[in-house]
């Protein structure tokens, strides 16, 4: 395409140079084929034909490339000026729509252009900003319209919606309804049907989910000033998980957690059973 441009570029500096050139040399002509050429230099006058011929020749050969030199300048400057922008244009219309390049993402319409703006592969591997005051239509024109065209793409894409509102899901369940992709649709939710274990977390040391216990507990406590009671708290989430590990498969539960700590029978309970597995040298 490029070589196509640089091609018709030249072509047209080219024949407009011609232009300029002809109607000169035409102009030029007598004095350029004079057998006689009188330079009125102050009282001396000479025919500068008989006087320097070599001088002569090479004058008219230098006024000839500079004059054909700066007509091909002037046709360039008239080429930027009269077609560059419309082949901008063209250029910017070839490059933005990716629409058949495998998976893109349509953004909406260029501000001055007006043409299609699409986000190609690799950029949507990166992060994406769309930031706006409260209202400002942030989740309505861009969340909403991406989300669809994914939901659409017909490969099937996975996603992970993290819907902090809580009222996303309902527009997602739309999508995934008028896209046939119900089926693939996961909402896990309080009291939903499907359900997810942060605890379950079989590689991680308990000291590790201990203490991310204790940052989302200290989130939502007003009381966390009392810096050895949290650590406290760790450490019991701690032993609680090496616990429940033990007697429970290595499955990690909140309702375990929460009845080892708040049910003195329980917990001795489960020690006991412990106890007796470890003498009979099964754990
Ligand atoms: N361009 C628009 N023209 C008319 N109404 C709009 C436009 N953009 C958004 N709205 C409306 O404004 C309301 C708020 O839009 P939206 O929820 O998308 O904003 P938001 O930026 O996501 O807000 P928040 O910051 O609260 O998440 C919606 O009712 C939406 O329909
Ligand atoms: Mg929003």
Redesign the pocket.
Known sequence: MKFILFLLRLVFCFLSTLLFVIPIFILFYPIFTASHFIIPYAIYPFDICVTAPVAWKYIKIAYCIFCIWSCFLLSNSIYCLVFKDKIVLKDLKSSVLKKDCGLSLYLGKDFKTNLPVYLNESSLYQNILIT?????????????PFTKQFIEYPDKLGMLILDV?GNFYKQVKVYAEEFGRLDDLYVIELGGDVKYNPLDKPNLKPSVLANRLKTILTLFSPNNSESYWLDKAEEVLAECIKLCRLYNDGYVTFLEIHKLVSSPNYYYEKISKLRQLFQSRKV
């Open positions: 706006g005051t409260i209202g400002t239509g942030k989740t309505s024109s861009s969340m909403y509102k």
